[in-house]
């Protein structure tokens, strides 16, 4: 059970750490667009 929690947490702090450096290269057009779509 220790193991899998283990795994999951590396998992998700993975994810975490991917969304932090997309967020950081996501151009404002992509921002705007996203806005404009929920419009």
Same mark, same amino acid.
């Given at each position: 059970? !220790? +193991?899998?929690?283990?795994? &999951?947490?590396?998992? &998700?702090?993975?994810?975490?750490?991917?969304?932090?450096?997309?967020? !950081?290269?996501?151009? !404002? /057009?992509? +921002?705007?667009? /996203?806005?404009? +779509?929920?419009?």
């Amino acid at each position: 059970m !220790e +193991r899998i929690f283990y795994i &999951s947490l590396g998992a &998700s702090l993975c994810i975490t750490g991917i969304w932090g450096i997309i967020r !950081e290269f996501i151009p !404002e /057009k992509y +921002r705007l667009f /996203k806005k404009g +779509r929920k419009k």
